[in-house]
C-alpha cells in the first residue's frame, strides 16, 4: 500500500501553518495561553453543535462555550480544582439549556465534559509562565505529534490489519503499532532537554507510551462519536483534517494522560 501523498501532504501544510503560532503561544504562557484556549474552544464548541445538533446548533453552543470559558477563567485566575468544580457544574447548566430548548441534554453536557477535561488541564499543565509548564505541554505535543505522523506513514505504507473497521476502516495495527514506538522515544528524547521535569529514561518512555496510546485512542473515539452522528468531519476549517476536533482529537486524550503523569511525577519528587 503506497502513501497517500496528496493526503500527507495537504496534512503537513495545515501543520505547518498552525503548528508555529500554537508553539509560540505556548512558550509565553499566561494569558497568552488563556486567550489561544478561549478561541479554541469556542471553535471546539461551534464545531461539536453543528456535528451533535445541526438543525438548531446555536441554542447549544451557547451553553457548551459558555460552561467551558467559565471552566478555563477558573482554572486559570484560582486553580485547577475551581476549575473542574465550575466545569462539572457548567456541563449540567448546558445540559439543562438544551434541554430548555427541546435539544438533548446529554448531548451538550458530554460536550462541555469531552472538550473541558483536557481544555482545564492543558492551563494546568501550562503552569502560567513557568519553565516546567512549558516542558510538559511540549512533551505532549512531541508525543501526540510523533504517534499521530508516524502512525500515518506506517499505516499508508505497510497496511495489513485494521485496527477497528467498524468505527476507522483506515486505521491499522502495523501503524498503531508504529505510533507506540514513536511516542515512546518522544517521551525519552525528551527527558535531555536541559529543564525537563523528569530525567529518568524509564518515566519518559512511560510516559511516552501512554501518551501516545491516549492519542490514538483519542483519534478512534472521535471517529466513533462522528459515526453516531452521520458526518465524516467534524468541520471544514483546516485543509487535510477537517475541522479542530478532528485535528485535536488525539491531544484531547494525551493532555489527560500527560497530566495524570505529571502529577504522579511530582508526587514522586514530594512536590
Not at 478555563?72 to 465550575?86: C, D, N, Q, R, T
Not at 439549556?97 to 477535561?117: E, Q
Not at 518522544?186 to 524509564?202: E, F, R, Y
Request: hydrophobic share 60%; glycine share 12%; with cysteine.
Amino acid at each position: 500500500m503506497a502513501i497517500r501523498v496528496g493526503d500527507f501532504g495537504l496534512r503537513a501544510a495545515s501543520a505547518a501553518v498552525l503548528a508555529p503560532p500554537a508553539i509560540f503561544a505556548v512558550w509565553l504562557g499566561g494569558l497568552w495561553i488563556l486567550a489561544v484556549m478561549a478561541a479554541a474552544c469556542v471553535l471546539l464548541a461551534a464545531e461539536w453543535a453543528r456535528m451533535s445538533a445541526p438543525q438548531s446548533w446555536r441554542s447549544v453552543v451557547v451553553g457548551v462555550a459558555a460552561a467551558l470559558l467559565a471552566a478555563l477563567a477558573a482554572v486559570h485566575f484560582v486553580g485547577l480544582s475551581l476549575g473542574l468544580i465550575v466545569m462539572v457544574a457548567g456541563a449540567a447548566l448546558a445540559g439543562l439549556f438544551a434541554w430548555s430548548r427541546k435539544r438533548s441534554p446529554v448531548d451538550a453536557a458530554y460536550g462541555v465534559l469531552y472538550i473541558g477535561w483536557p481544555a482545564v488541564l492543558f492551563i494546568w499543565l501550562r503552569d502560567g509562565t513557568s519553565v516546567e509548564g512549558f516542558y510538559w505541554v511540549t512533551l505532549t505535543f512531541a508525543v501526540t505529534w510523533s504517534a499521530d505522523i508516524m502512525a500515518f506513514l506506517v499505516g499508508s505504507t505497510v497496511g495489513g490489519p485494521k485496527l477497528w473497521p467498524r468505527f476507522s476502516p483506515n486505521k491499522t495495527w502495523s501503524g498503531f503499532i508504529a505510533g507506540l514506538f514513536a511516542a515512546t522515544a518522544a517521551g525519552v528524547a525528551m527527558t535531555a532537554l536541559p529543564d525537563a521535569g523528569t530525567k529518568s529514561l524509564v518515566v519518559g518512555a512511560m510516559l511516552g507510551l501512554a501518551g501516545g496510546a491516549a492519542a490514538m485512542a483519542g483519534d478512534l473515539w472521535e471517529s466513533a462519536l462522528k459515526r453516531r452522528f452521520g458526518v465524516k468531519d467534524a468541520g471544514d476549517i483546516i485543509p487535510g483534517h477537517g475541522g479542530l476536533l478532528d485535528r485535536v482529537d488525539g491531544l484531547m486524550f494525551a493532555i489527560v494522560i500527560i497530566a495524570a503523569g505529571r502529577f504522579l511525577v511530582q508526587m514522586g519528587q514530594g512536590g
